[in-house]
């Protein structure tokens, strides 16, 4: 029989693994907390889209993805910046919830840095003409640039969102017995607890 994880029945732990999990989603196309679940708030109803996971800083307790700031994503949470995002790994066995609150970066040091890391190709969805969510009369009457087009037209649409965390939920699941973690920030820091699953 596999042998438990380290964390299994360590509360710091599963803390950390939470933590080590997103950031390895961020440089890992192939694990299950690269592509994250974003709920948002329209009109007092939830929207749930996937976003790309491009950051996870432990320390400061957020993460960040990038958006079209024409997009209907960008104005939600330009309405209303609470937030949740979800991931599952089956690799791993384990479940991610976050919640917490957006901050959209465009003109600004945020914005500058994560542009200037992010490759030609990924550039080329923020110069698309029109818009996301325009209504088209053909699938494909909608335009790309290239990819140099792209560095200069894709600019002033694109939007780093940085959402810092306030309640993380942390789910592993095994035959054995599961184990279901919480934490909330408060002005000490993380407060966590140990949930029935």
């Known amino acids: 029989m596999t042998p438990l994880p ?5 509360l710091d732990a599963s803390f950390a693994e939470l933590w080590r999990l997103l950031a390895d989603g961020v440089v890992h196309g192939r694990s299950g907390f690269h592509l994250v679940s974003l ?5 007092g109803r939830p929207r749930l889209r996937t976003v790309v996971l491009r950051a996870a800083e432990g ?25 949740a995002l979800t991931a599952y790994d089956a690799a791993t066995k384990i479940q991610i919830r976050v919640e917490g609150v957006a901050c959209l970066h465009t003109d600004d040091a945020v914005a500058d840095a994560a542009w200037a890391d992010s490759r030609a190709m990924s550039r080329v969805c923020y110069g698309t003409e029109p818009g996301p969510g325009t209504v088209l009369p053909t699938g494909d ?6 990819e140099a ?16 965390a306030h309640h993380l939920d942390f789910l592993y ?10 934490w909330r920030r408060g002005e000490g820091g993380w407060q966590g607890a140990w949930l029935a699953p």
């Open 6 to 10: 380290a964390f299994y029945d360590d």
């Open 39 to 43: 709920a948002t708030l329209a009109a």
């Open 59 to 83: 320390e400061a307790g957020a993460l960040r993805f990038h958006c079209d700031r024409r997009s209907d994503k960008a104005a939600e949470l330009a309405a209303d910046p609470a937030c």
């Open 141 to 146: 009457a909608y335009t790309l640039p290239g």
């Open 149 to 164: 087009e792209a560095a200069i037209t894709g600019r002033p649409s694109f939007c780093a969102v940085r959402v810092e």
């Open 173 to 182: 699941l095994d035959r054995r017995g599961h184990r279901r973690a919480a």
